[in-house]
């Protein structure tokens, strides 16, 4: 079981979300692109590091492999064709870390190899999601390697989670991202009051991560492209009327790239 799931920040914006089993004697981290911080927070409370999961190959998520694996012998889980990852996952693998159970899903857009991880809460307060790249708190990620058509179908096996799933992703954007958000979906009641309370987490240093599900699907302009709102936005920034949801969220996306 997991006693406690601690946000290690590295880099300027990244976190390595890292489990603590409740035994106090293990933990596991995911996507560690640096290998100090969590050296330096195991190593400071004693803790083993029992498993890895990688999200997807983009070397901020990765780079620590190499040292972790040579310091702790941890089991390394992720795509196919990372090194260092020893077991290869696939849409609907199962993974035991700590005595939970996460699923595997297959979730292409940010890179092609992306996979996310889903424990549905039957061993733990929530459903947890850890989803990389490819779900962000009123964000998503850029589509580096996929298309539009295969991050939104991607984006759609997160939408269909139970509402109360707690959302980890790997990078604090969220204040920026929730300026687009409004520019996006301006009469949003919820996507207002979030600006404040996210807002008021940052200025007293705080994550604002995990998120929630329910709040994704209220304020994430990227979950609700299939709203008038958003294909209103989507009309009149590409100069016609747009109703194809996933033509939406391209004409979203490629907006945010240039925001
Ligand atoms: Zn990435
Ligand atoms: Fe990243």
């Known amino acids: 079981m997991i006693s406690r799931i601690h946000p290690l920040?590295?880099?300027?914006?990244?976190?390595?979300?890292?489990?603590?089993?409740?035994d106090g004697a293990n933990a596991c981290v995911v996507d560690p692109g640096d290998p100090a911080p969590v050296r330096e927070f195991?190593?400071?409370?004693?803790?083993?590091?029992?498993?890895?999961?990688?999200?997807?190959?983009?070397?901020d998520h990765t780079g620590g492999l190499a040292d972790l694996i040579g310091g702790y012998q941890p089991r390394v889980y992720g795509p196919?064709?990372?090194?260092?990852?020893?077991?290869?996952?696939?849409?609907?693998?199962?993974?035991a870390v700590l005595g939970v159970e996460f699923t595997v899903f297959e979730v292409p857009g940010h890179t092609l190899d992306h996979i996310a991880y889903y424990h549905d809460g039957s061993a733990h307060r929530d459903p947890l999601l850890f989803c990389?790249?490819?779900?962000?708190?009123?964000?998503c990620g850029r589509l580096f390697e996929g298309s539009p058509a295969q991050m939104l179908a991607s984006l759609r096996k997160f939408t269909a989670l139970p509402p109360a799933t707690a959302v980890h992703c790997t990078h604090e954007y969220t204040l920026a991202n929730l300026a687009f958000?409004?520019?996006?979906?301006p009469d949003n009641p919820a996507l207002r009051s979030r600006v404040e309370s996210e807002r008021k987490k940052r200025e007293q240093g705080r994550p604002t991560l995990p998120s929630t599900l329910?709040?994704?699907?209220?304020?994430?302009?990227?979950?609700r492209c299939g709203?008038?709102?958003?294909?209103?936005?989507?009309g009149s920034r590409l100069g016609r009327p747009v109703t194809d949801e996933t033509e939406v969220f391209a004409a979203i996306r490629k907006w945010k790239d240039q925001f």
Not at 42 to 50: A, H, I, N, P
């Open 80 to 95: 196919a064709g990372i090194a260092g990852v020893a077991e290869a996952l696939r849409e609907g693998s199962r993974v």
């Open 181 to 185: 958000a409004v520019a996006a979906d």
């Open 227 to 234: 709203e008038a709102a958003l294909a209103a936005s989507a």
């Open 132 to 139: 990389g790249d490819t779900l962000f708190a009123a964000g």
């Open 42 to 59: 195991l190593d400071s409370r004693g803790l083993g590091l029992s498993d890895i999961l990688i999200t997807h190959h983009h070397h």
């Open 9 to 22: 920040p590295a880099f300027r914006d990244n976190y390595i979300w890292t489990l603590i089993g409740d």
């Open 214 to 223: 329910a709040l994704e699907l209220a304020t994430n302009p990227f979950l």
